[in-house]
Structures are given as C-alpha cells and as structure tokens.
C-alpha cells in the first residue's frame, strides 16, 4: 500500500447552478444551497490561495436524456443560462468549469485524467445534492483512486434531515480515512501540504 505523506487537493464544487437556485421553481433545496455558498466561497479562496485546483462539475443535460423520462422535470439543459455558475458563487477565470453529463463528476468527463495530470490526491467535495450527485461523485472519486472528504458546511440536500442522515452513513465507513466527512475548517487545519 502506498503511503502518501502529504495530500494535494482539489474542491469540486458540484452543481451550484443558477436552475438550482430559481426561486420560481420553488425547489426545497434552494435556500439550503444558498446557506452554503459563503462557506464554499471561503474554501475556494482558501484553495486559491494554496494554488489547488478549484473545480466547477455542473449538471449540463439534455431534454430527451434518461433522467427526465419519469418524475423530474429537464433542468440545468447544457448551453442555457440555467446551467451557468450561480452568480454569488466566487468562480474566478483560473477555475475548471466541467459541464457533466450525469449526476457523478466523474460520468463521460475528463476529470480523472485531468485531476491526475495535476497529481492531485484527494477531492474535496462541496454543492449540492448531498445525496445525489456530491454522493455519487464521492464514490466515483474513490474508484479512481483518490481520497475524498465531504465537506459538511458545504453541501446541501433538499432538507437538513436528508443532508445529515446521508452523511451520518460516512462519518466512519469502512473506508475510513480514505472517505471523511468534516466541517471545512477541521480540513484545512488538518491537511498537510505538500
């Protein structure tokens, strides 16, 4: 087993879309996800800061994908103003903005190549579905090889119940320390840097 004495990281910002984010679309989720945004603000400048990779997986769909055949409506359709940044989102011209096709960061994108070309070692998880896509996207993540911390303060579901029972689920996996979840400042207090 390869025994990594520093880690180098990357946030993965997942989601935070203006369709997610509408208010006229009364979603549940949408004043949760705004309750994040200043802490995953904090996080991206911490990032920046170090010179880790911030990246921006975006839901980037299509209206006759697999997803919209039952109950969900299309949303977050690639190329329209609902799958862009969310404006009070920090999103800086030296950021990776990575459309994805599915709900994992992972599914028919390049960021594996992408974040191993840079060495990177962990992904950093923040948005939201906490139990959709920033979920899947954890998972993927460790599939690929690199460790995964699940900040807490910066996720969101589409209630607080839902938010902590998902993670409740990984506090202390199997696969405990190389899938965490903590509140964002215990991550950067603890993180070695490389």
């Not at 055949?69 to 011209?93: F, N």
């Not at 923040?126 to 599939?143: E, H, K, Q, R």
């Not at 902590?164 to 202390?172: I, P």
């Amino acid at each position: 087993m390869v025994q990594r004495k520093s880690e180098k990281p990357a946030l993965l910002v997942i989601d935070m879309v203006k369709d997610n984010f509408d208010e006229t679309r009364n979603l549940p989720i949408t004043p949760l996800a705004k309750a994040v945004i200043p802490a995953i603000n904090r996080m991206s400048d911490s990032f920046r800061q170090h010179n880790w990779p911030v990246v921006f997986p975006t839901d980037a769909f299509h209206e006759d994908d697999f997803f919209f055949t039952e109950r969900m409506h299309p949303h977050s359709l690639a190329g329209t103003p609902g799958a862009e940044i969310v404006t009070d989102l920090t999103y800086l011209p030296t950021d990776y903005w990575m459309p994805k096709p599915g709900m994992s960061a992972f599914f028919k994108t390049e960021l594996e190549t992408w974040l191993s070309n840079r060495q990177i070692t962990l992904c950093a998880l923040a948005g939201i579905a906490t139990n959709f896509c920033v979920l899947t996207s954890a998972m993927d993540a460790l599939s690929h090889n690199f460790k995964v911390v699940i900040l807490e303060d910066c996720c969101a579901a589409a209630t607080e119940v839902i938010h902590q029972k998902t993670l409740s689920l990984y506090r202390k996996p199997p696969l405990f320390p190389l899938l965490r979840v903590m509140p964002s400042t215990d991550f950067l207090s603890g993180l070695k840097i490389r």
